[in-house]
């Protein structure tokens, strides 16, 4: 994996990225992760985002760009057991996320020969990812709670307004918006 470029996202891998000289020192986070793995459900738009701030403080340490970007039609894939908050099966869950770093989940796709079996190769959906304008970020060596707060409120305007501005497009009506837990 390491040689494909994929490395963890801690602050020591991501500082190592950013501070080399030269252009083209781009990351990649999947922001919300395994928890928001856990709320996956076709139909179902939505990001685990509001608490997860770290990723906007790195990019003012080093002055990098932040980039909304939203795939379309991912829920849609696998179906997915979903333990509602309290019930038995997501305490085992977070439990597994917090000492494993991942969230087992329980789902199912389709078959090898058939869209009509379950199995574990995805349904035939499109996945279409959209990518917004960058977010000129500062560059600031300690920034402060409110610096941090702001630009990350910024990520998440610039995200939504990327949602709805495509939504129609991939065939989710009007009404529909971007659940940011």
Do not use: M
């Not at 869950?93 to 000492?99: A, R, S």
């Not at 501005?165 to 009007?174: C, D, N, Q």
């Amino acid at each position: 994996l390491g040689s494909a470029g994929i490395c963890p996202v801690n602050r020591d891998s991501i500082d190592y990225i950013l501070s080399k000289n030269g252009s083209g020192n781009a990351i990649i986070i999947v922001v919300g992760g395994a928890a928001e793995s856990l709320n996956c459900t076709p139909g179902k738009n939505s990001v685990t985002l509001r608490n997860r701030k770290g990723f906007v403080k790195l990019a003012l340490r080093h002055g990098a760009d932040l980039v909304p970007v939203y795939s379309f039609g991912e829920n849609e894939v696998y179906k997915q057991v979903i333990f509602e908050e309290g019930s038995w099966g997501r305490w085992v869950q977070k439990k597994f996320q917090k000492h494993i770093g991942f969230a087992p989940c329980i789902f199912h796709g389709r078959g090898l020969f058939s869209s009509n079996t379950w199995g574990l190769l995805p349904y035939s959906k499109p996945i279409t990812t959209v990518v917004g304008e960058p977010i000129t970020i500062p560059k600031i060596e300690n920034p402060s709670q409110k610096e941090v707060d702001f630009y990350h409120s910024l990520y998440v305007e610039s995200l939504i307004r990327l949602f709805d501005k495509y939504k129609s497009k991939f065939g989710l009506p009007e009404t529909e918006l971007l659940e940011v837990n």
